[in-house]
């Protein structure tokens, strides 16, 4: 059974799920990681055999997105909702959600090339996931991600992005909304719609924009060729996305992906939604979280995955990264073409 163990000198968790430690690949070399030559678990579920929990489907013009159970999920909903100190730490029992979406039922199509309209109906399948997770008061967040590639955690080659519901806000969660209400606190602005005027007007970290989108590299960027997208107007929930915006959105996104695959010697990469946190939960409710419409803004990180983390980013958390996001950006916009 997994559970969460506080460290009190990095304040940060730890997610200790030692049922994943079973999994076959996991302490594999990365090339051997993601095998292309044994049967996928996804397609055999796909085609009838296999067990595996459907928890919803959503069907495009010629394709489909389907949301399975995790086989070998980090947190249960099922398992203990207990909280307790132990010595110096904190101990959190392992109940939450993992869950897996499925983005086409095609094996061959890699994330990067998937379509638009399929792309659209993975936005929508992650924003139904989302606001149904986000009633479960056990759950204080509700994590959307996405491995691409042995480089960026993946095991299986199948396009397939997760959904994690955790029992305890993350740490880097709760430093953007403490800084975050802090900007909305002593300037009545939005830090994120800030950001975004000041980047449109600069144009020089801006790769693309479409309908209500824009792309840029962030000014600190920690990786080469990071890409963050957002709306341009102030939008604090991602869970009120609705069809023409995913459509816009995943029309960018298509574009981001291509270019970054033409700029980038190995695809490998991992995209990461920045969702508000849940307001139901019971342990922390809506503390602090008052203005939240006002003062968060979502957003979504594609990282490509090219550099490895080397000590002196594990021992300082300070990552180098020797590709000037501005540099960085000029390069994708000239792709785009
Ligand atoms: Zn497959
Ligand atoms: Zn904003």
Redesign the pocket.
Known sequence: MSELRWDPLDRTWALIATERGRRPRDFMPLERRVKRDEP?P??LVLQGHGPATRIAQRKTPSDAVFVLANRFPVLRVEAPTDRRQVGPYDFVGGVGAHEVVVETTD?EVPFRRLPPEQLAAVLLTWRDRVVDLQRDRRFQHVEVFKNDGPAAGATLS?SHSQIVATPVRPPRLNNQLEAASAHWRDKERCLVCDILAFEIEQKIRVVDHEGDFVAWCPYASRNPFEVQLAPRRHSAFFTELDEPQARSLAELIARVLRVLDRATSRGDLNVCLSLSPSTQSFTRGTQGLEHLAQFWHWRIEIVPRLLPLGGFELGTDLVINPTAPEDAAQHLRSLLG
Request: proline content about 0%; charged content about 0%; hydrophobic content about 20%.
């Open positions: 996928c996804f397609c094996h199948h």
